[in-house]
């Protein structure tokens, strides 16, 4: 009865069209991308706008439709978000993810979206600009050789947002070697593990404990927090008041600023 409960289709969800969970484990044990998981399904979503898929003991619904979408947005207080410590009890990916903005909800939310909507305010045009030439730089450089344009807009990614939401240049284009750069695609690679994706319960098995993976986290949240204290001591109080005022400072700015603000206090392991 128990699995029949797991399996059972809710009331509310029996006309919604089942996408194909079978396709979607493939391409996650293969490694196959978001663009071939979209094939996948494209046919029952561009029909219907919205389709069904078993996960993890739960049905959860997807949508293209953006009607739905923005019911969905709109109505926080309504379409709660699951929190990852609750998906993932004790899991890497519930301490990897921690408290967030995409995670928590009412006054969760509410707080980090106070702390965090500043830094979305002005777009800093110029460091897209100045990492699209470093960008040509690196092909320029490229001889007689295929170029992978797919690792270079993942470096490119990782420059823009690194200077953008930190003022922090990982050098991923120039210099993918870096401590930065490694550590953080170890971790990345941890967490898109699909084995632990697709059966999470087995992380509580002593023999696929993720006791290596838990120290390549650490080693990352250490790196973050001393550019969180170098950023800090950086920062003179004057200054960080001027961009904060003129909506000039980036996202870990206006968090450094708000862990000092007594009504909305956030720790160096919210801004990780």
């Given at each position: 009865?128990?699995?029949?409960?797991?399996?059972?289709?809710?009331e509310?969800?029996?006309d919604?069209?089942?996408?194909?969970?079978?396709?979607?484990?493939?391409?996650?044990?293969?490694?196959?991308?978001?663009?071939?998981?979209?094939?996948?399904?494209?046919?029952?979503?561009?029909?219907?706008?919205?389709?069904?898929?078993?996960?993890?003991?739960n049905?959860?619904?997807?949508?293209?439709?953006?009607?739905?979408?923005?019911?969905?947005?709109?109505?926080?207080?309504?379409?709660?978000?699951?929190?990852?410590?609750?998906?993932?009890?004790?899991?890497?990916?519930?301490?990897?993810?921690?408290?967030?903005?995409?995670?928590?909800?009412?006054?969760?939310?509410?707080?980090?979206?106070?702390?965090?909507?500043?830094?979305?305010?002005?777009?800093?045009?110029?460091?897209?600009?100045?990492?699209?030439?470093?960008?040509?730089?690196?092909?320029?450089?490229?001889?007689?050789?295929?170029?992978?344009?797919?690792?270079?807009?993942?470096?490119?990614?990782?420059?823009?947002?690194?200077?953008?939401?930190?003022?922090?240049?990982?050098?991923n284009?120039?210099?993918?070697?870096?401590?930065?750069?490694?550590?953080?695609?170890?971790?990345?690679?941890?967490?898109?593990?699909?084995?632990y994706?697709?059966?999470?319960?087995?992380?509580?098995?002593?023999?696929?404990?993720?006791?290596?993976?838990?120290?390549?986290?650490?080693?990352m949240?250490?790196?973050?927090?001393?550019?969180?204290?170098?950023?800090?001591?950086?920062?003179?109080?004057?200054?960080?008041?001027?961009?904060?005022?003129?909506?000039?400072?980036?996202?870990?700015?206006?968090?450094?600023?708000?862990?000092?603000?007594?009504k909305?206090?956030?720790?160096?392991?919210?801004?990780?």
């Open positions: 009865y128990k699995i029949y409960q797991k399996f059972r289709v809710p509310g969800l029996k919604v069209p089942t996408l194909n969970y079978f396709g979607f484990l493939a391409s996650l044990i293969l490694n196959k991308g978001p663009d071939k998981i979209w094939e996948e399904s494209r046919n029952i979503l561009e029909k219907n706008g919205i389709g069904k898929f078993w996960f993890n003991g049905w959860y619904i997807v949508t293209i439709d953006l009607e739905l979408i923005r019911d969905v947005f709109a109505k926080t207080d309504l379409y709660t978000k699951t929190p990852m410590e609750e998906f993932f009890p004790g899991s890497l990916m519930a301490s990897y993810y921690g408290t967030n903005v995409v995670f928590t909800n009412g006054d969760a939310w509410k707080r980090h979206r106070y702390i965090t909507n500043p830094a979305f305010k002005s777009l800093p045009m110029h460091v897209f600009d100045e990492t699209a030439v470093k960008l040509l730089k690196v092909i320029e450089k490229v001889d007689n050789e295929p170029i992978e344009v797919n690792d270079l807009m993942h470096r490119l990614t990782l420059d823009v947002l690194g200077r953008a939401s930190f003022g922090f240049d990982f050098n284009l120039e210099d993918p070697t870096n401590v930065y750069v490694t550590t953080y695609k170890e971790v990345v690679a941890e967490t898109d593990n699909p084995l994706l697709i059966l999470p319960f087995i992380e509580y098995i002593p023999y696929f404990d993720r006791t290596e993976a838990r120290k390549k986290v650490a080693k949240n250490d790196l973050y927090n001393g550019l969180i204290e170098k950023k800090r001591k950086s920062m003179e109080t004057d200054e960080l008041n001027k961009k904060i005022n003129n909506n000039s400072a980036d996202l870990l700015e206006c968090m450094i600023n708000a862990s000092n603000n007594q909305y206090p956030m720790s160096n392991e919210e801004m990780r």
